[in-house]
């Protein structure tokens, strides 16, 4: 899909339909229909990986069909509005949580200029709090006494295809980034009612391809990619031959290896796809380093979990993989590496799914001593916890000037950042091994801006919707472009750093993308180093 040129662009944002603008809606919210046109919906899952995710115990997923959004009919069952309204009840009485944000909203509107689809589309409907109105209304209809007697004046409406279609289009409109939440009075969750409208979609077949076919791929082969054990294992062998022959060292690995203290999981995009790979040559350089006793998985091969973007139970089947697998292994706890939607998952759901995590042991650092207290239920230590822990403890030794052709500057990924608080170890990090700068601070942080395009909306059809959502991230990255000579945007996520690619490749040329794992191996001094010249760190081309 094109998309436009950055001057055009930049242009319809700041002069499109925007109530930034001035212009005022000239039709009642509720009877603006949506409009599908190729490039502002992902495509529809296809029919066969709807079908096997069906077929899969605990997992529903009926209705697979072919079908488009650009058509009228979206051969949706016959009772398809009987399950939709089942399917809210039963989700009502189940998370509390649902239940508070329908009722609690006063409409304040503290939320409505925070959301970057807001921001970049202009579009009403993508206010946080509009897009909640989407399900709320359907709710006041059917389930409060105020919206049964007066209906549309208590801001109440039917249930309706047209409604269904609506849903569609705006909660893949949403990246469930949370940062709403944060300027939230009532702490209100849009993300949660995003989650929520989705799995009510799935109940009638209507999903997009770009989640359903990584989610059926991580539960059929354990990676969003759907690479065999033998590729994935080739593809981090390729890796270790290129550390080697860059630094001289040639880094142990082991795979499925029974009795390892640690099980390695990282999101697969970090062992086939650039700008990943350096994050993964960056792991395996950092280990061997430090002597860890570890094996990678071939079968919990991936970190990335496609389930949260669909329902809670293709959530939970895939997070229980990885601790199915590190119970098999019997290893004594798990580092995580870079990922996002992982650590939301571990952090926010885990416990309550497929948790505590008993069988495992509580993370200690064999090489600091350090006891992991906040992964004490969880078994599981995030890479940049670990590695922090290891430069506070004097473990590594590093050459800041490794890394004299980069200055940084840092994305909080909103997972990691408001999910779980990951906020000063990447920074700790980063202080030791580069020349960094932080971006504007209603910009970083719990207030991050989101890449745009999570929660598997990274596909190219939405590519200028892409380009749009992702403006106010880039925008806060070309200020410290123009004002300090940034030339690498780090972050801890393994979506972000491929969605982040094609931002800067449109907004900001000439600002590259990288892991902080990928930033730690370029300024190591390894104890058996035979180093090449590398200009590029990791991306030195011999
Ligand atoms: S900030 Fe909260 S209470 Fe105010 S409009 Fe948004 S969701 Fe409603
Ligand atoms: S969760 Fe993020 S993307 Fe969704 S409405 Fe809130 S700010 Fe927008």
Redesign the pocket.
Known sequence: MSVPKLEQLSKSVVQGPSLATGAIPTMDWMDVPVVFKPGNYAYPAKSEKVAYLDSQSGLNFPNSREWSPEDEDWKLPEDWKDIILKGLKERLDKFRSLKI?MD?????????DKCHFFLGTGDPKNM??MR?ELLRSVYRNDFTLGGKILGKMAGAREMTTAVLKEWFMYSYQCTECRR??V??????D?AEVTMMLRELLHLVGVGINWILEPASNSNRTGNHMGLQPHTFKDNVEFLVDDVESLTGVRPNISFNRKGAEVLFITPSADVFAEPGLYTAMGYLTLFEEIGLDYTWSTYASEGGNFGLFTNNETMKKLNAKMYAEAKRLGVKYIIGGECGHMWRVIHQYMDTMNGPADFLEKPVSSITGTVFENAASTKMVHISEFTADLIKHGKLKFDKSRNSHVKATYHDSCNTARAMGLLDEPRYILDHVVDWVEMPENTIREQTFCCGSGTGLNTDEIMELRMRSGLPRANAVKYVHDKHDVNMLACVCAIDRATLTSLMDYWNPGVRVCGVTELVANALVLKDENRAELDDGLRTML
């Open positions: 944000f609690c909203c006063v409409r304040c509107g503290a939320c409505a946080p709090v909640a709403c939440s300027f939230c009075p009532y702490g209100i849009t």
